[in-house]
Nanobody, 126 residues
Framework: QVQLVESGGGLVQAGGSLRLSCAASGRTFNRYAMAWFRQAPGKEREWVST???????YYPTSVKGRFTISRDNANNSLNLQMDSLKPEDTAVYYC????????????????????WGQGTQVTVSS
């Protein structure tokens, strides 16, 4: 079992910044890719970023250049630095663990991930 606990969400004005953190349980954190997803009201969950075991980050075009994912394997933590925030970034953000045995190869596919946190709300006002 893996537990993922997000923190750092809140209310920020457009153009501002927030830093999300995720604390993960377990002693094998460094063996898995980790990711962030988000879900806005009435919308499907959307991939935000993935970082693989070699610390290589991946982003969709919607956040590339504004968001930075990082991991601290010594402390079992995952972070997401969000800059130049826009109202359309408003969503619940989820910390997610990759399943290395997954059949699904696309990092944006929710089905390749096996553990999800409870989420943290990010609200960007215009």
């Amino acid at each position: 079992q893996v537990q993922l606990v997000e923190s750092g969400g809140g209310l920020v004005q457009a153009g501002g910044s927030l830093r999300l953190s995720c604390a993960a349980s377990g002693r094998t954190f460094n063996r898995y890719a980790m990711a962030w997803f988000r879900q806005a009201p009435g919308k499907e969950r959307e991939w935000v970023s993935t970082i693989n075991t070699g610390d290589i980050p991946y982003y969709p075009t919607s956040v590339k250049g504004r968001f930075t994912i990082s991991r601290d394997n010594a402390n079992n933590s995952l972070n997401l630095q969000m800059d130049s925030l826009k109202p359309e970034d408003t969503a619940v953000y989820y910390c997610v663990k990759d399943n290395p045995l997954s059949y699904y190869s696309d990092y944006a596919d929710t089905r390749r991930y096996d553990y999800w946190g409870q989420g943290t709300q990010v609200t960007v006002s215009s």
